[in-house]
């Protein structure tokens, strides 16, 4: 494999488990704040990513490459609104995307055809993401202030379950 593409696949295995712990740093504040089904909805999301962490180690050594597993970052945003964290989310889902068409790009250069189709998965998974976080701050602007709205909005993210990534399916 190319190194260059080697070594920005390795890092997206750091970057995934670093969007693990900053979704489980949003978890605890909305536990903290006693809505607990943001942080259900956060701990679920924290999963998954962890599981595209895992995906992109599973990659590498199905192509005969080592892992090398890197220092993850400390999350150290604060929050004082329950807003906050959800537009910290599409901001940070919006760099994983970037970071996913780079990858894209350099597997292209090289002609590396198989990477690009690893990486098709991620594509479509990113549109979900961002959607998803586009959602949650339209809900929170539009029911947050509203203590029923709330409540009833923090039942619906109560509700998320945990699946297995189609790629990680059979393992
Ligand atoms: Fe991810
Ligand atoms: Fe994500």
């Given at each position: 494999?190319?190194?260059?593409?080697?070594?920005?696949?390795?890092?997206?295995?750091n970057?995934?488990?670093?969007?693990?712990?900053?979704?489980?740093?949003?978890?605890?504040?909305?536990?903290?704040?006693?809505?607990?089904?943001?942080?259900?909805?956060?701990?679920?999301?924290?999963?998954?990513?962890?599981?595209?962490?895992?995906?992109?180690?599973?990659?590498?050594?199905?192509?005969?490459?080592?892992?090398?597993?890197?220092?993850?970052?400390?999350?150290?945003?604060?929050?004082?609104?329950?807003l906050?964290?959800?537009?910290?989310a599409l901001?940070?889902?919006?760099?994983?995307?970037?970071?996913?068409?780079?990858?894209?790009g350099?597997a292209?250069?090289?002609?590396?055809?198989?990477?690009?189709?690893?990486?098709?998965?991620?594509?479509?998974?990113?549109?979900e993401?961002?959607?998803?976080?586009?959602?949650m701050?339209?809900?929170?602007?539009?029911?947050?202030?509203?203590?029923?709205?709330?409540?009833?909005?923090d039942?619906?993210y109560?509700?998320?379950?945990?699946?297995?990534?189609?790629?990680?399916?059979?393992?």
């Open positions: 494999m190319d190194k260059h593409v080697y070594e920005l696949l390795n890092d997206q295995i970057k995934e488990l670093y969007s693990a712990y900053l979704y489980m740093s949003f978890a605890d504040y909305y536990e903290d704040e006693g809505l607990s089904g943001f942080a259900n909805w956060y701990m679920i999301q924290a999963a998954e990513e962890r599981d595209h962490a895992l995906i992109f180690r599973k990659y590498l050594l199905d192509n005969g490459c080592s892992v090398k597993l890197k220092a993850i970052d400390q999350p150290d945003k604060t929050f004082s609104t329950y906050e964290p959800l537009e910290a901001e940070h889902e919006q760099y994983v995307t970037a970071l996913i068409n780079d990858i894209y350099a292209h250069d090289v002609k590396d055809y198989r990477t690009m189709k690893f990486l098709d998965w991620f594509i479509e998974e990113q549109l993401e961002e959607t998803n976080a586009e959602d701050i339209t809900k929170m602007k539009l029911f947050g202030t509203d203590a029923k709205a709330l409540y009833d909005l039942k619906e109560q509700a998320r379950a945990y699946s297995v990534p189609t790629p990680l399916a059979g393992e």
